[in-house]
């Protein structure tokens, strides 16, 4: 007998910017709670509990220690077990453009890309942090505090898991990238494009 085989892989890709200057503060990939992912796209294929989907980006200031010359250790991402989080979470943010919680939905969204014929296809997550927000940040980008909430060195993507008794939204993090320290400052913006690409690789198995 032969059975098709199929086999998915989940990418993310992290890009960080000024949307003004073009300065690409920070790119690279993540890591991926399997574990999360496994459990949130079962429940959306099977159209289950009305849960798993990209909810909101989450922003944290525990994913690194500086030490006092400026060496920078980066600890290892969060991604065993279901109750993995930030190490330090400090923001959040809803992504979803059909939250009544997004304030924002044209520059905080998601967008689906495919391209008929290829075995993949991307979320592209898109979250704008503006001058004002967080509240509570920095004055200038050129500020010598090492310690601020704002000053972000991991992000990572929450899934929607329903509401609890009191009616907050419950979230699973899904994926968690670490990298060097970010300040958010009021005269500046910061846009996050995270794209996460689900592929399928596919081949036959004789049994």
Not at 63 to 91: A, Q
Not at 119 to 138: H, K, R
Request: hydrophobic share 35%; with cysteine; proline share 3%.
């Amino acid at each position: 007998m032969i059975k098709q085989n199929i086999t998915p892989i989940i990418q993310g890709f992290l890009k960080i910017s000024d949307p003004i200057t073009k300065e690409v503060l920070v790119e690279k990939s993540n890591a991926i709670n399997y574990e999360n992912i496994s459990i949130a796209m079962a429940n959306t294929l099977s159209n289950q509990l009305n849960t798993g989907w990209i909810y909101s980006m989450a922003f944290g200031n525990g994913g690194t220690i500086v030490d006092p010359t400026g060496v920078i250790t980066y600890l290892t991402p969060n991604t065993i077990g279901t109750n993995s989080t930030l190490y330090n979470e400090t923001y959040v943010k809803v992504v979803d453009d059909t939250s009544v919680f997004n304030l924002d939905p044209t520059r905080n969204k998601m967008t689906v890309s495919h391209t008929t014929g290829k075995v993949y296809t991307d979320i592209l997550v898109q979250c704008l942090l503006d001058y004002g927000e967080p509240s509570g940040q920095a004055a200038f980008d050129n500020s010598t505090q090492t310690n601020s909430s704002y000053i972000f060195d991991e992000l990572g993507l929450l899934a929607n898991y329903g509401t609890d008794t009191n009616g907050n939204v419950v979230t699973r993090l899904l994926t968690h990238v670490i990298f060097h320290p970010v300040l958010k400052s009021l005269n500046r913006l910061i846009q996050i494009d995270y794209t996460v690409r689900i592929q399928s690789l596919t081949g036959l198995v004789g049994v």
